[in-house]
């Protein structure tokens, strides 16, 4: 019996990763600017790799993300959350969301939603899906969106049901979607 392995991210791609200042947010304005951009497309390029939605921070410190090995040097907790709202900022295309949980105050959240894909582009592509494969008209469970066996080949298959009901919620401000049902059982209709 042969075991099934996956490829490795391959951190060789982005240039950065292997350069021992890379893990220091600079002073000076112009190269903290480039260098947070460099790690936004880095932190994208990984969670999307691995299909990561969520990103939550102690994990990532620890995590190969912000922990090269090789050169023995990781990101600071307070450099990777100055990163990472710069990500959720406009400047940084607010590609990240931070979740307020419960009894978190605010400004110390420790997850967030990584969106290499932004909600507006993950309806577009869900609709895209449905247009393609004729389902317009058709009622269709949110579960079935996510895990159903014809969205298998899909990027959107597996993603949580939270990102998906706010993706859906796009198509619905645009009149291409209504959604109806209870929590848990949620349906879709396509127009």
Same mark, same amino acid.
């Given at each position: 019996?042969?075991?099934?392995?996956?490829?490795?991210?391959?951190?060789?791609?982005?240039?950065?990763?292997?350069?021992?200042?890379?893990?220091?947010?600079?002073?000076?304005?112009?190269?903290?600017?480039?260098?947070?951009?460099?790690?936004?497309?880095?932190?994208?390029?990984?969670?999307?790799?691995?299909?990561?939605?969520?990103?939550?921070?102690?994990?990532?410190?620890?995590?190969?993300?912000?922990?090269?090995?090789?050169?023995?040097?990781?990101?600071?907790?307070?450099?990777?959350?100055?990163?990472?709202?710069? &990500?959720?900022?406009?400047?940084?295309?607010?590609?990240?969301?931070?979740?307020?949980? $419960?009894?978190?105050?605010? %400004?110390? =959240? /420790?997850?967030?939603?990584?969106?290499?894909?932004?909600?507006?582009?993950?309806?577009?592509?869900?609709?895209?899906?449905?247009?393609?494969?004729?389902?317009?008209?058709?009622?269709?469970?949110?579960?079935?969106?996510?895990?159903?066996?014809?969205?298998?080949?899909?990027?959107?298959?597996?993603?949580? &049901?939270?990102?998906?009901?706010?993706?859906?919620?796009?198509?619905?401000?645009?009149? $291409?979607?209504?959604?109806? %049902?209870? =929590? /848990?059982?949620?349906?879709?209709?396509?127009?």
């Amino acid at each position: 019996m042969t075991a099934i392995t996956t490829p490795a991210f391959n951190f060789a791609s982005h240039e950065h990763y292997s350069f021992p200042a890379f893990y220091t947010l600079q002073p000076n304005p112009i190269t903290r600017s480039s260098q947070l951009q460099s790690w936004s497309s880095l932190i994208l390029s990984y969670c999307r790799f691995h299909r990561l939605y969520v990103l939550t921070l102690a994990d990532a410190l620890d995590s190969p993300l912000f922990h090269n090995t090789a050169l023995r040097k990781r990101l600071k907790e307070q450099d990777a959350r100055t990163l990472l709202s710069w &990500m959720a900022s406009k400047e940084g295309g607010e590609r990240i969301q931070w979740i307020r949980d $419960k009894g978190v105050a605010e %400004g110390r =959240e /420790g997850r967030c939603w990584v969106y290499w894909r932004r909600p507006e582009e993950w309806g577009q592509l869900v609709g895209e899906w449905v247009e393609e494969t004729g389902q317009k008209g058709t009622v269709l469970t949110l579960y079935e969106l996510v895990e159903g066996d014809v969205t298998r080949n899909q990027e959107f298959h597996g993603m949580p &049901m939270e990102l998906l009901q706010k993706s859906l919620q796009v198509l619905v401000k645009k009149g $291409k979607a209504q959604i109806f %049902g209870q =929590e /848990g059982q949620e349906g879709v209709k396509f127009f």
